[in-house]
């Protein structure tokens, strides 16, 4: 962190990434005192499977595609396989056969990651966040997957 980039930092990522295939589709942020250097960009579309219920043959829900845009220096949840996990679970817990009548209230929602998957099973949702970043994230991930019940 106390060693300056510039210029031949970036080259020598723009290098690795024209080189090594597996760098290809990889976002680079270096940081340094005072200095933000950005490669590419620091934000991308992370896309998460959020498991269906499978607990009866009567109410089998399939598996929900969601799309949450992430940029860098906002938190996120760092392991998408365990995210998917987490949503999957919420998405069970909070599943009733009279769901559609209950509003949810979310608070501190960050990027929407919980909210924009609870979302089916609630009436209507109201996320609240004290982060600008993290609501205009939320804002772009309601947008995504073109969801109208969340204020």
């Not at 723009?14 to 760098?23: A, G, I």
């Not at 919980?114 to 004290?130: G, H, M, P, S, Y």
Request: glycine residues 6%.
């Amino acid at each position: 962190y106390n060693r300056a980039i510039g210029d031949e930092w970036i080259d020598a990522i723009t290098s690795l990434m024209e080189t090594e295939d597996v760098f290809r589709d990889v976002r680079f942020v270096g940081r340094s005192k005072g200095v933000k250097l950005v490669v590419v960009a620091d934000t991308l579309v992370e896309t998460l499977v959020i498991p269906g219920d499978e607990s009866s043959s009567s109410s089998k829900s399939p598996p929900q595609t969601r799309h949450y845009k992430q940029t860098e220096g906002a938190f996120t949840q760092p392991n998408a396989k365990v995210c998917q996990k987490m949503l999957g679970w919420a998405v069970d817990a909070t599943r009733s056969s009279n769901s559609q009548t209950h509003d949810l209230c979310e608070l501190y929602c960050g990027n929407g990651c919980f909210t924009i998957a609870l979302a089916q099973n609630f009436r209507k949702v109201v996320a609240t966040e004290i982060s600008k970043s993290s609501v205009a994230l939320e804002n772009k991930n309601v947008a995504l997957d073109n969801l109208t019940s969340i204020w």
